[in-house]
């Protein structure tokens, strides 16, 4: 039987962060200024490190969250 691990709610990549419940991000201590898709992006790749994320996926997570894509997004 596998039990879900309660998510962290910051994550690191380097010095990257990411903070879920903020939304917020920095890097070197830095923050970063991103609109809502460039989060959405970017939580998609940290949760997945060392993964290749395909388009399809990303356009599915994206499109979960809301967002409008068009075919060339």
């Known amino acids: ?3 879900n691990a309660p998510r962290a709610a910051v994550l690191r990549h ?7 419940v903020g939304r917020t991000a920095e890097i070197n201590g830095h ?3 991103l609109s809502a898709r ?5 939580e998609a ?4 490190p060392g993964r290749m994320v395909g388009k399809a ?3 599915e997570l994206l499109c979960e969250r809301g967002e409008a ?3 060339n997004a």
């Open 69 to 71: 894509l068009s075919a």
């Open 31 to 33: 923050p970063l200024a």
């Open 57 to 59: 996926e990303l356009v």
């Open 45 to 48: 790749f940290i949760e997945r």
């Open 1 to 3: 039987m596998r039990v």
């Open 14 to 20: 380097g010095t990257l962060f990411y903070d879920r």
């Open 38 to 42: 460039e989060r959405a992006l970017l």
